[in-house]
């Protein structure tokens, strides 16, 4: 889905792309988030699970043309990629280099698929201080939130139940 425009230019012919697809699974996913209210909006935990979430959406919509009215229909479906027993990243891998392909025989722009990769940096390079949920039990009582064992986790792994979760909970 793009929206194209005369008053600027990105080199093609004078036209403005913008990535509206993206925006809007970004949209999705933030407005998911804010109603499951799991953690502040300007965390990096929250960015990893609007992050997940938004390539979720955005590479789940094999028809180009993401719908409002559509978004209900579609939780099952997110829920299912999301679920921990699925490969997620294996499948981004793939969508994401189905849509380059795709978008370098157009020889169009794809301002979409370019935040998409983005994204998809991000929550791979980055990595967020997470409890250590593979922590051998009987070890020492948890008293508080920041106590117990802590690992550096790839933004993704943390973000993507986050999103899932968010699913359930809207």
Do not use: C
């Not at 403005?16 to 909006?41: K, S």
């Amino acid at each position: 889905m793009l929206h194209r425009s005369e008053e600027g230019t990105d080199g093609a012919g004078g036209e403005l792309t913008v990535p509206m697809a993206w925006l809007y699974a970004e949209y999705i996913a933030d407005e998911l988030l804010r109603t499951g209210d799991l953690m502040p909006p300007t965390s990096f935990e929250f960015r990893a699970g609007r992050d997940a979430l938004a390539l979720t959406i955005f590479l789940s919509d094999t028809e180009g043309e993401l719908s409002g009215i559509r978004v209900v229909t579609q939780l099952e479906t997110w829920l299912s990629l999301t679920a921990y027993d699925q490969p997620w990243q294996e499948w981004v891998r793939e969508r994401l280099a189905e849509l380059a392909a795709a978008a370098a025989e157009s020889g169009r722009p794809a301002p979409d698929l370019d935040l998409a990769e983005e994204a998809w940096r991000w929550l791979q390079e980055t990595e967020l201080l997470a409890p250590d949920l593979n922590a051998v039990p009987g070890g020492a009582p948890v008293v508080g939130e920041d106590e117990g064992p802590k690992v550096w986790t790839p933004a993704w792994q943390l973000g993507l139940p986050l999103g899932h979760l968010a699913i359930h909970l809207f």
